[in-house]
């Protein structure tokens, strides 16, 4: 299959491109630096430097719309949650327009979102179906999804991937968190009761080829491990992987002083089960948190493969 992917060169994407091409697919990938993509993936990855040089006879089967600026990198600032905003949601909007002009339009749209979508609330079991609690995740996710959404009306089939926290041991917010768990000063955030959806990274890819796959999925799908923890939970189980104590949390008045509104991410409180999944019979490679850091650490040293 011919597959486009926007924000290739990230976290997840990166791996999902290797993934992809490892099963002979003919991947191109947006990024700000197409010159880059070759560097990082062989020559057999076409760049792409922006969605305006895509002319009305491009055609792909696949789209995977990872694109956006990293959510953690800043404090939020107004400043810095229109550029969030934009780097998804107007980017999506370019990317369904361009769908529309495509003479032959894909078969299939996934677009990545979170479990941001549902907001912080609290203890309460989350699926597909739940009701949402409005605050600047939930309305990002969901304006994103929206956008993502309208390429139905072109006979797109569309796949929403709401994703909790990814973990591989070579980024993301695992990378940021080993430096004082090794150092023996990690520890719980806040309460420590805030519930954490996660995900290993392998198993968020395998999501994603069996959705190109099986043209029976469409909507939304969480794409979490069937087993959330609470933070308290996460950050001893990470300790113990790493053979250190966990014995210095950070209080939540910390967090929000040095965050401000951004805190809510470490904060929040996501409960999320994988209803859809579990009821189309996905099966996880690493569906227990402690299995998942100890393969994502093991392999930290290696780098990530795909073992499908």
Not at 207 to 235: H, K
Request: net charge positive; with cysteine.
């Amino acid at each position: 299959m011919k597959i486009l992917v926007t924000g290739g060169t990230g976290f997840i994407g990166k791996a999902l491109v290797k993934a992809l091409i490892g099963e002979g697919h003919w991947v191109t990938v947006l990024s700000r630096s197409p010159e880059n993509v070759e560097r990082v993936f062989g020559p057999e990855v076409i760049g792409l430097g922006h969605l305006s040089f895509l002319q009305p006879d491009a055609s792909f089967d696949v789209i995977v719309n990872l694109a956006g600026a990293p959510i953690f990198d800043a404090r939020w600032s107004e400043a810095r949650k229109r550029l969030i905003r934009e780097s998804r949601i107007g980017l999506t909007e370019q990317l369904v327009s361009c769908i529309e002009r495509m003479t032959v339009r894909p078969k299939l749209l996934i677009n990545g979102s979170a479990v941001g979508y549902y907001g912080d609330q609290g203890d309460q079991i989350l699926t597909e179906a739940s009701s949402v609690r409005p605050d600047f995740s939930h309305r990002l996710c969901a304006d994103w999804e929206q956008a993502a959404s309208r390429a139905a009306e072109f006979g797109v089939r569309v796949c929403l991937m709401r994703s909790g926290l990814v973990i591989a041991g070579d980024g993301g917010l695992l990378q940021r968190m080993l430096l004082p768990f090794r150092l023996g000063i990690g520890g719980r955030l806040g309460s420590g009761r805030q519930w954490m959806s996660w995900i290993h990274r392998e198993d968020w890819i395998r999501i994603a080829q069996t959705m190109i796959a099986d043209e029976t999925m469409q909507g939304p799908y969480n794409a979490t491990a069937p087993n959330p923890v609470m933070n308290r939970q996460f950050t001893a189980t990470l300790a113990r992987c790493l053979h250190r104590p966990a014995l210095f949390p950070l209080p939540a008045f910390v967090l929000k002083t040095l965050l401000g509104e951004m805190s809510e991410l470490v904060l929040g409180s996501q409960r999320v089960l994988p209803e859809r999944l579990l009821m189309h019979g996905f099966l996880f490679r690493h569906p227990d948190l402690e299995g998942a850091l100890r393969a994502a650490l093991g392999a930290e040293s290696g780098g990530f493969e795909t073992k499908i």
